[in-house]
């Protein structure tokens, strides 16, 4: 909890005072739980990993780092779920700590690894163990992926990474549907370059774009790859202690504009700090 709260200070602090906390430990476990209809929680204190349960197999969204695995696997299973079910693997952008395990969680389950296209030139370097990291099929944004009935749509919303994805579906509670979002990330981290980027000469133009369409997306449900950005301990505490008829609190869509609104700011300080160091 401390660590959760930590980062959490650091999501919204201004960019300019950002700093990473000191070894914060990734795989500390999180009860897994149902969040609403067929998505569920099972990654950790830190990392937002999720389970899309269908019958004709199950989708998981973040492998998270090799050393996650194992954690992502108990809680799959103290759900009443088989982890070897598993049969597509989606991701939210190509960093360590939400698609290293990629290979290994193929190599457990035999499911279809599938990427953002812009991401897979990174993906194909991220290589633990000198595995080579498998992409099953590349996807462009908007495209679909459907299992068993559900259907996830892939919206590239890049900055944070070329090929950064949110993925989006429909669920039902009370026989009333709704729309999630597990947002793959719209924030800058210390160190980005926002302006002459030779690697990524729009990333600032992108992130820009990013924001625009984040407001534009129906969001009810607001899930993240990281669990602090939708206030997940507050949430589990709230959905143990929910009434009949209660409201689920993972409905937010004011909290899901709220972020947008946090990390466009963060954004255009580190943008407008990096453009007055280049005059």
């Given at each position: 909890?401390r660590q959760l709260l930590c980062l959490l200070a650091i999501a919204m602090a201004?960019?300019?005072?950002?700093?990473?906390?000191?070894?914060?430990?990734?795989?500390?476990?999180?009860?897994?739980?149902?969040?609403?209809?067929?998505?569920?929680?099972?990654?950790?204190?830190?990392?937002?990993?999720?389970?899309?349960?269908?019958?004709?197999?199950?989708?998981?969204?973040?492998?998270?780092?090799?050393?996650?695995?194992?954690?992502?696997?108990?809680?799959?299973?103290?759900?009443?779920?088989?982890?070897?079910d598993i049969a597509i693997i989606l991701g939210s952008h190509a960093h360590g700590?939400?698609?290293?395990?990629?290979?290994?969680?193929?190599?457990?389950?035999?499911?279809?690894?599938?990427?953002?296209?812009?991401?897979?030139?990174?993906?194909?370097?991220?290589?633990?163990?000198?595995?080579?990291?498998?992409?099953?099929?590349?996807?462009?944004?908007?495209?679909?992926?459907?299992?068993?009935?559900?259907?996830?749509?892939a919206h590239l919303t890049a900055g944070h990474t070329k090929g950064c994805t949110?993925?989006?579906?429909?669920?039902?509670?009370?026989?009333?549907?709704?729309?999630?979002?597990?947002?793959?990330?719209?924030?800058?981290?210390?160190?980005?370059?926002?302006?002459?980027?030779?690697?990524?000469?729009?990333?600032?133009?992108?992130?820009?774009?990013?924001?625009?369409?984040?407001?534009?997306?129906?969001?009810?449900?607001?899930?993240?790859?990281?669990?602090?950005?939708?206030?997940?301990?507050?949430?589990?505490?709230?959905?143990?202690?929910?009434?009949?008829?209660?409201?689920?609190?993972?409905?937010?869509?004011?909290?899901?504009?709220?972020?947008?609104?946090?990390?466009?700011?963060?954004?255009?300080?580190?943008?407008?700090?990096?453009?007055?160091?280049?005059?």
């Amino acid at each position: 909890m401390r660590q959760l709260l930590c980062l959490l200070a650091i999501a919204m602090a201004p960019s300019a005072v950002l700093a990473q906390p000191a070894r914060p430990n990734w795989n500390e476990p999180f009860p897994a739980h149902q969040v609403i209809d067929n998505v569920y929680f099972v990654g950790t204190v830190l990392l937002g990993s999720f389970l899309i349960a269908t019958p004709a197999g199950h989708i998981l969204i973040n492998s998270d780092f090799e050393s996650t695995v194992p954690v992502i696997r108990e809680s799959v299973e103290s759900l009443g779920f088989k982890f070897e079910d598993i049969a597509i693997i989606l991701g939210s952008h190509a960093h360590g700590d939400h698609m290293q395990a990629d290979a290994l969680a193929k190599e457990l389950t035999g499911a279809r690894v599938m990427a953002m296209a812009e991401d897979v030139p990174a993906l194909r370097r991220m290589r633990p163990g000198d595995k080579e990291h498998p992409i099953d099929r590349i996807l462009e944004d908007g495209e679909q992926v459907v299992l068993g009935g559900t259907t996830l749509t892939a919206h590239l919303t890049a900055g944070h990474t070329k090929g950064c994805t949110s993925w989006a579906l429909e669920v039902e509670e009370n026989g009333q549907v709704y729309d999630a979002l597990i947002v793959c990330s719209y924030g800058v981290n210390p160190g980005y370059v926002l302006v002459d980027n030779s690697d990524y000469p729009e990333i600032a133009d992108d992130y820009v774009a990013t924001f625009t369409k984040a407001r534009e997306l129906p969001v009810d449900v607001f899930l993240g790859s990281h669990g602090f950005w939708y206030g997940l301990a507050e949430k589990y505490a709230q959905l143990q202690n929910r009434g009949s008829g209660d409201p689920n609190p993972f409905v937010d869509r004011a909290g899901y504009l709220a972020h947008v609104d946090t990390q466009e700011q963060n954004f255009k300080q580190m943008l407008a700090g990096q453009k007055a160091g280049s005059r």
